[in-house]
């Protein structure tokens, strides 16, 4: 199989390439600059944009996640997999993924349920910006 692995809420983190200017945006690894023909699988274990995470830590025992907020990084991914209607080991298309998860992040609240406590949400929510739906009171 000819496929990137990629953690469900990392599709959203992706995006980000280019649009912010920051440091962190560069944890980004450069091999996921994708063409909207290559094949992404979702898998809910870590990928190389985690090789890159300063809050990296080595697996525990059967756990993949190794990070400090692995409590987290499963809620973003249940959220992410959720609003994108994938599950674990559906293979897209970049071109077709990255059009759900544009429109998602277009959505502030929506975006806001699959990482709205992320240290990093300000990032992608001010790349986003010229594009973001900001809620509207009733």
């Keep these: 199989d000819d496929f990137?692995?990629?953690?469900?809420?990392?599709v959203f983190c992706i995006l980000i390439i280019g649009k912010a200017d920051t440091v962190k945006s560069l944890l980004i690894n450069?091999?996921?600059k994708l063409k909207p023909d290559a094949d992404i699988k979702i898998v809910p274990a870590s990928d190389a944009v985690c090789k890159a995470c300063p809050n990296r830590t080595e697996p525990q025992n059967s756990d993949d996640v190794c990070c400090r907020c692995a409590e987290?990084?499963?809620r973003y991914d249940s959220a992410a997999m959720s609003l994108l209607k994938?599950?674990?080991?559906?293979?897209l298309k970049w071109g077709t993924l990255s059009k759900k998860a544009q429109c998602i992040m277009a959505d502030a609240l929506?975006?806001?349920t699959v990482c709205g406590d992320c240290e990093?949400?300000?990032?992608?929510h001010s790349a986003h910006s010229d594009?973001?739906?900001e809620p509207k009171s009733v």
């Design 120 to 124: 990093w949400h300000e990032i992608c």
């Design 86 to 91: 994938v599950e674990p080991g559906t293979v």
């Design 131 to 133: 594009t973001a739906i």
């Design 72 to 74: 987290k990084v499963k």
């Design 110 to 112: 929506l975006f806001k």
């Design 30 to 32: 450069e091999h996921y």
């Design 4 to 10: 990137q692995i990629l953690r469900p809420h990392h």
